[in-house]
């Protein structure tokens, strides 16, 4: 689960984590009354969306006075933000964050995740921070440090002084940029994150060392332990299909293309995304039904690629372990009836009880699409959306 800036900060503050004073705004008025609560002279308005790339945007901008706050707050809430990461649909703005400004020395960048190669929760620092880390480890990948962290004893002292060396901080820098690692460390393991991401780290004259940006995910998993961060959850950030999806514990992801996939088993749904466009099409979801799928749970499955009007066709590859070939056929017949299907359907079923179910799918009298093999559906739903079939 993803939240904004102003919450991830929030909460960093309850772990010690130095962060700028600023206060969240949902109209210019409110954002006025914050930059007065703030004080000084200089503040910085950002859009809050979950996406980065905001100040390319046009989403982060600064003012040096009262007025110019209400002025930049009234052009930024409401806007059609447009990022790398948001695609050419973009996001509006919904709510900003106003913060004190900050006179910078130095921007670095730090950031902690799990390292699924080595299972082991990996620290990241550079730098090269206030550009996109994935620029810096494509082109200069020498300029990351990376320290990783063995669960049976945490994140060492050693290892916080190590990164702060490498960063070249000295003296005060040196001691305030350790006492941040180790909070920041333990925010990210207290709350179960599955991300927590400072871009840029920043460095002031005075030696402070603070987040001048914050992004947090969390593991979804968790998050039964942590009902005040699940109630932060910003459903008009996440893609509506996706929501619905997780009303009936779909593993739902909303993509690009135009070849609707339910696939039981997360290997099995990558293989055959892949092997979609290996046939020459664009899948246009993961989702992963399970292995206990029920006729429900296929059934909702269905209706929710259906509802992506990109989707030109599905593609169904049930492989049949714990959950059986019929039951996921009469899923796929009692959803074709309940909604209206103007597209063709390609079905592969394999496994435990893959005869019943061709029987299910030949006696239904609906015009499915059968495959033996994952190459042979990948083909013919290709092909079906090149000319198609109208079931």
């Not at 008025?29 to 859009?47: H, L, N, P, Q």
């Not at 400072?198 to 995910?217: R, S």
């Not at 910003?234 to 999806?245: K, T």
């Not at 017949?333 to 592969?348: G, H, K, T, Y």
Request: with cysteine.
């Amino acid at each position: 689960m993803k939240i904004h800036e102003y919450q991830a900060k929030d909460i960093l503050r309850k772990y010690n984590v130095p962060v700028p004073e600023g206060g969240v705004a949902f109209s210019v008025e409110e954002a006025v009354d914050a930059a007065r609560r703030i004080g000084g002279s200089v503040w910085v308005v950002k859009a809050q969306i979950h996406a980065g790339g905001r100040g390319k945007g046009g989403g982060v901008k600064i003012a040096r006075s009262i007025d110019e706050v209400e002025s930049l707050a009234r052009e930024i809430l409401g806007m059609r933000l447009v990022t790398h990461q948001t695609g050419p649909e973009g996001r509006i703005v919904k709510r900003l964050l106003v913060e004190q400004g900050i006179t910078i020395a130095k921007e670095l960048y730090f950031g902690i995740t799990l390292d699924r190669s080595t299972s082991k929760n990996v620290i990241m620092a550079s730098t090269e921070g206030g550009i996109e880390i994935e620029k810096v480890a494509e082109e200069t990948p020498e300029l990351i440090l990376k320290e990783f962290v063995d669960p049976r004893t945490g994140f060492q002292g050693y290892q916080a002084r190590k990164l702060a060396f490498g960063l070249g901080l000295t003296g005060t820098q040196f001691k305030n940029a350790v006492k941040f690692f180790n909070a920041l460390y333990n925010a990210y393991e207290e709350t179960d994150a599955s991300l927590a991401e400072i871009n840029p780290l920043v460095v002031t004259g005075e030696g402070d060392v603070l987040a001048l940006d914050a992004k947090m995910n969390f593991d979804d998993n968790a998050l039964y332990r942590h009902p005040e961060i699940q109630d932060l959850r910003d459903l008009d950030e996440e893609e509506p299909l996706e929501i619905e999806a997780s009303k009936y514990n779909l593993n739902y992801i909303k993509l690009d293309g135009n070849v609707g996939c339910m696939v039981n088993g997360a290997g099995l749904a990558m293989a055959t995304m892949d092997i979609i466009k290996l046939a020459g099409g664009e899948p246009a979801n993961f989702l992963d039904v399970g292995g206990g799928a029920s006729a429900e749970t296929v059934e909702n499955g269905f209706r929710i690629i259906l509802s992506d009007q990109n989707v030109k066709a599905v593609l169904i590859n049930i492989f049949g372990g714990i959950v059986r070939c019929d039951r996921v056929a009469t899923g796929v017949v009692q959803a074709a009836r309940n909604v209206q299907v103007d597209i063709p359907v390609v079905v592969r079923l394999a496994g435990t009880n893959a005869g019943e179910a061709g029987v299910i799918l030949r006696e239904s009298g609906l015009h499915f699409l059968v495959a033996d093999t994952l190459e042979d559906a990948a083909k013919k739903v290709t092909e079906a959306i090149a000319e198609p079939v109208i079931g």
